[in-house]
Structure formats: C-alpha cells, structure tokens
C-alpha cells in the first residue's frame, strides 16, 4: 500500500479497505501513523499549560434555543480521527469558549462569540468543522480536487475557510488545522500577503480541502482562477471586528457575498473575536443566520494568566528603558521555568489609541493556560486610555501604580461619561452573579435587557465598583526592575513569580 505523509502533500494510495459501502471513500476512518509528522506536530513540551485556569471563566450563549454546553471532549461523541489528535496534543479538558462553541457547531448553527486570543477558540471551531467534515466526506467537490493528481494550474475547491487579518494569525490556524488532520484525508494550506505567492499556488495544486487565507491573498487567488468557494459550506472569519474594522469590509464581502460561496443560511458560519461592538455586530449579521452568541470572559482577567505592568516611561527615555527591559527578561524568562511556546513577553512599546486594540495584542501571551507577560510604556501621549486602562487592570486583578489611579481620578467626569457606558471595567457583571465586571469584550446587541441565555463559570468574581475611589489599591508601592526598583520606588515582588 502506497500512503500520504498525512497533512503534507497527497500522494496515491490504495484506499479499498478504507471505502463505505456504496463504494466511496470513508473519511471517518485514521489512516496509518506517521512517526516523523507525528513527532513534528505534537513533539513540543506543553508543560506549564493549566487548564484549571480556565474554570471560573464567565461565559453568557443567547439567541435561539442554543445547546447545552458541555463539560469534556468525550461529550461531545466526537470521531476517531479527532479524538486521537486532541490526545496527542494533549489537551485534558475543553476551554470555556470549547465547552459552549462545540455543541453549537456540532449542531450545525452559526456562531458570533466574543472570545480572546489565547482562549482556546482556534480548537473551538477547528474541531467541529473536521469532524463534520471526517464524517460526510468530500460529497459533491471534483474528484480532481481530492487526488492529487495531474498537478498544474488547476482550480481548487475548499471544504471550509477561515479568514483571518493578518500573516501571523493565518499561520497560527492553519499550524493547528494541520494537527487537527494529522491522520485524515484532509489537506489544509494557507495563503497570504507578503509571501511568495507561486510557492502557494504550487502548494494548492497538491490539494486544499481547509483554505486559511488573508483576505487581500484570497480575493487575488480567486480573481486567478485558482480557487473556488462553490463547494465551501464552512466560513470562519477569525478576529472579525478588526477585519470589519480596519478597512475589509469590501474584500469579505466580494469573498463572501458576491462570487459563489454558498449563501446565508446553506453555508455554517461562525464569526470569533476578542470583542463585538454593537456597531460591528450590525455590520456583521449580514454574514450570519439565526446565530447563537456567546459572551466569554477575558483570558487575564479571572484567570490572571497575562501578568500585566505599565510604566511610566518618557518618549526620550524608551529606547534606553527597553534595552535594560531585555537584557532584564534574557536573564530570567528561562530561570523561571516559563513554557510559552509562541510569545513569552508583549511590550507596548508605543501603546495603542483605543483599549481594543490593547487586548487584542496582549492576547499574543499568556495563551491556552500558560503564563504570560504584557509590559507597557505609558506617557503623557497616552492620557486618552487612562481610565480604560485602569478599568481593565482593575478587573484582571493586576497590580496599579499610584500614578495611573491619581490620573485616572483626575480624569473622572463630572456628570454621565460621555459615549455611552464602557466596554471593559465594570461593565454591568455576569449573568446570575451580578455585581462585577466580567471582562466581555462585547455583549449581544440583539437583547433589549440583561441576557437570560445560559451561563457558565463564576460569575460573580472579581468585580470592581467604581465607588468611593481606588482607596483598596493605594498601599501598593510601583516599581519592579524585574524584582528591583524602577525610578528609586520601593522594591515590588519578582515580576516572574519567584520573590
């Protein structure tokens, strides 16, 4: 029997003892173990990943009648194939987000959650997509398509595709999907800007079934003729607020909505992001049907995996101050014993505008349970984020330095803050717990009061009340060289856990 380095490229193989009885080729079934891929795909040391972390997570689903959630993976009567590769890569229980999303795509619905980077939602819409996929087959997509065979400038038809904003988010998803379909018929590839793009079109000439692209990519691979989304009955759009929000509404909708995708309500599609404006869910229900929501709390917030820490740093003064910042981090990341497979350590060198944005790259640590580190250089240029800033490390339980509260103090409106209520901070509570922040990026738009949709974790934790000033924070003395002193301040607790 000649077989496939599964999730490399397609070569021939005898699959007659592999074949349903009407003769077609039966996904559902593993095909033999590939050692070398094996080691390649799941060898990395997960130690440090704690998944009890996860377990006080506040997660809210609303809309029509959605399902029950689950509480592990064997709940979910998964297949084979999927089974064995969520044990290789060794994830003993499912995530909050996984916990809701699972039985939601499992039962075929849309979904809009509102989820952060590092939550586990990658998982949360790989593994009901592949396992659907593993149990129907490739039914109705040109067999060219699935052989392999006869390489050249051929069309492709993907099964599923997820868009993603940027270079690096694509190549995160499509490293997952290729553990995902270790051991099956399937075959993702990946495509976008900045990149050779003959090499993939070369790559797609082996055979695509789940397609990760950039948006810009995918439209130019299309208007080549080298994809086509007739067959694609499965749409992820990954961090959708800030693809909707930076300017590719016009491309997702010439993927989406004006070729031959198939059309709202034939095709399952699922939107994930770390935060859903209201704004953005109205632009975004154009792409969805009859969509469950789900609310999930921050990770970094009732987990406190992100520990995070603002500096008062001048504009003159931060690239002085960075350098002794890694020369700090290079002698002590590794003696603690930190296991961050991707980043060990984001530092706003320059923070960002809006608190959004702020979430979504501090979400690059401190993910799947692991241990994370968000640094930042706050000055005067800064003043417009105090008070989110101080809403969100309040909520997280983070440590606050002195300074940041007098200005957000100083800050403080008079009457009705203007804009309407936060997005982050004490933003109404979770469900059933009332009284603190929850740390939801975003709430469905579409429930006139508080949602009455299922709730799961602890909702009543880590609340902050806005009341009577910052008094319970103002014996904590900033400063922190790594477990010295920035500026001459009292000398703050080891930044890596050790004191």
Same mark, same amino acid.
């Given at each position: 029997?000649?077989?496939?380095?599964?999730?490399?490229?397609?070569?021939? !193989?005898?699959?007659?003892?592999?074949?349903?009885?009407?003769?077609?080729?039966? !996904?559902?079934?593993?095909?033999?173990?590939?050692?070398?891929? +094996?080691?390649?795909?799941?060898?990395?040391?997960?130690?440090? $990943?704690?998944?009890?972390?996860? #377990?006080?997570?506040?997660?809210?689903?609303?809309?029509?009648?959605?399902?029950?959630?689950?509480?592990?993976?064997? &709940?979910?009567?998964?297949?084979?194939?999927?089974?064995?590769?969520?044990?290789?890569?060794?994830?003993?229980?499912?995530?909050?987000?996984?916990?809701?999303?699972?039985?939601?795509?499992?039962?075929?619905?849309?979904?809009?959650?509102?989820?952060?980077?590092?939550?586990?939602?990658?998982?949360?819409?790989?593994? =009901? $997509?592949?396992?659907?996929?593993?149990?129907?087959?490739?039914?109705?997509?040109?067999?060219?398509?699935?052989?392999?065979?006869?390489?050249?400038? /051929?069309?492709?038809?993907?099964?599923?595709? *997820?868009?993603? =904003?940027?270079?690096?988010?694509?190549?995160?998803?499509?490293?997952?999907?290729?553990?995902?379909?270790?051991?099956?018929?399937?075959? =993702?590839?990946?495509?976008?800007?900045?990149?050779?793009?003959?090499?993939?079109?070369?790559?797609? &000439?082996?055979?695509?079934?789940?397609?990760?692209?950039?948006?810009?990519?995918?439209?130019?691979?299309?208007?080549?003729?080298?994809?086509?989304?007739?067959?694609?009955?499965?749409?992820?759009?990954?961090?959708?607020?800030?693809?909707?929000?930076?300017?590719? +509404?016009?491309?997702?909708?010439?993927?989406?909505?004006?070729?031959?995708?198939?059309?709202?309500?034939?095709?399952?599609?699922?939107?994930?992001?770390?935060?859903?404006?209201?704004?953005?869910?109205?632009?975004?229900?154009?792409?969805?049907?009859?969509?469950?929501?789900?609310?999930?709390?921050?990770?970094?917030?009732?987990?406190?995996? $992100?520990?995070?820490?603002?500096? !008062?740093?001048? #504009?003159?003064?931060? /690239?002085?101050?960075?350098?002794?910042?890694?020369?700090?981090?290079?002698?002590?990341?590794?003696?603690?014993?930190?296991?961050?497979?991707?980043?060990?350590?984001?530092?706003?060198?320059?923070?960002?505008?809006?608190?959004?944005?702020? *979430?979504?790259?501090?979400?690059?640590?401190?993910?799947?349970?692991?241990?994370?580190?968000?640094?930042?250089?706050?000055?005067?240029?800064?003043?417009?984020?105090?008070? &989110?800033?101080?809403?969100?490390?309040?909520?997280?339980?983070?440590?606050?330095?002195? !300074?940041? +509260?007098?200005?957000?103090?100083?800050?403080?409106? $008079?009457?009705?803050?203007?804009?309407?209520?936060?997005?982050?901070?004490?933003?109404?509570?979770?469900?059933?717990?009332?009284?603190?922040?929850?740390?939801?990026?975003?709430?469905?738009?579409?429930?006139?009061?508080?949602?009455?949709?299922?709730?799961?974790?602890?909702?009543?934790?880590?609340?902050?009340?806005?009341?009577?000033?910052?008094?319970?924070?103002?014996?904590?003395?900033?400063?922190?060289?790594?477990?010295?002193?920035?500026?001459?301040?009292?000398?703050?607790?080891?930044?890596?856990?050790?004191?």
């Amino acid at each position: 029997m000649r077989t496939r380095n599964a999730g490399q490229g397609y070569n021939r !193989w005898d699959n007659r003892q592999d074949c349903a009885a009407d003769g077609r080729e039966d !996904w559902s079934v593993p095909l033999p173990r590939n050692e070398r891929l +094996e080691q390649e795909l799941f060898g990395g040391d997960n130690t440090g $990943i704690n998944f009890d972390k996860y #377990e006080d997570i506040p997660v809210e689903a609303t809309g029509d009648s959605p399902p029950p959630h689950v509480e592990s993976f064997e &709940d979910c009567k998964l297949g084979e194939i999927i089974r064995n590769n969520i044990v290789l890569s060794k994830y003993s229980k499912p995530t909050p987000v996984q916990k809701f999303a699972l039985p939601i795509v499992l039962g075929k619905r849309d979904l809009m959650a509102c989820a952060q980077t590092g939550s586990g939602k990658t998982a949360a819409f790989l593994v =009901p $997509i592949l396992n659907q996929i593993y149990e129907s087959g490739p039914s109705g997509v040109p067999q060219g398509n699935q052989q392999g065979r006869g390489y050249g400038r /051929r069309k492709m038809y993907p099964l599923a595709l *997820v868009l993603a =904003p940027t270079r690096e988010l694509a190549s995160q998803i499509y490293d997952e999907a290729r553990k995902f379909a270790y051991r099956s018929r399937l075959r =993702p590839c990946v495509v976008y800007g900045g990149a050779d793009i003959g090499a993939q079109m070369r790559d797609l &000439d082996r055979g695509c079934h789940l397609l990760v692209a950039t948006p810009g990519r995918l439209v130019d691979m299309m208007e080549r003729g080298k994809i086509g989304l007739d067959h694609c009955t499965f749409l992820v759009l990954d961090e959708a607020d800030r693809m909707l929000d930076m300017g590719f +509404e016009p491309q997702i909708r010439r993927i989406v909505e004006k070729d031959t995708m198939p059309s709202v309500g034939k095709r399952q599609t699922l939107m994930f992001s770390a935060t859903f404006p209201k704004e953005i869910q109205v632009l975004a229900r154009d792409f969805l049907d009859n969509y469950i929501f789900l609310a999930v709390g921050r990770v970094g917030s009732t987990s406190e995996n $992100i520990t995070q820490k603002v500096v !008062w740093v001048e #504009e003159n003064e931060k /690239r002085s101050f960075l350098l002794d910042l890694l020369n700090a981090s290079d002698h002590q990341v590794a003696a603690r014993g930190l296991d961050i497979p991707n980043v060990r350590h984001v530092i706003n060198f320059d923070l960002p505008s809006d608190i959004e944005e702020y *979430v979504h790259r501090i979400g690059r640590t401190g993910r799947v349970g692991n241990l994370g580190l968000a640094t930042s250089f706050f000055n005067e240029k800064n003043k417009n984020i105090t008070r &989110d800033m101080m809403d969100l490390l309040v909520e997280a339980n983070q440590e606050v330095p002195p !300074w940041l +509260e007098s200005l957000a103090y100083d800050s403080r409106p $008079i009457g009705p803050r203007r804009g309407g209520p936060r997005r982050f901070g004490n933003s109404g509570g979770g469900g059933s717990g009332g009284g603190g922040g929850s740390g939801f990026g975003g709430r469905d738009y579409r429930q006139n009061k508080a949602p009455q949709g299922k709730n799961f974790g602890n909702q009543g934790s880590g609340g902050y009340s806005n009341q009577g000033g910052f008094s319970h924070y103002n014996q904590y003395q900033y400063g922190g060289n790594y477990g010295g002193s920035y500026g001459g301040g009292a000398p703050a607790n080891d930044w890596w856990g050790g004191n």
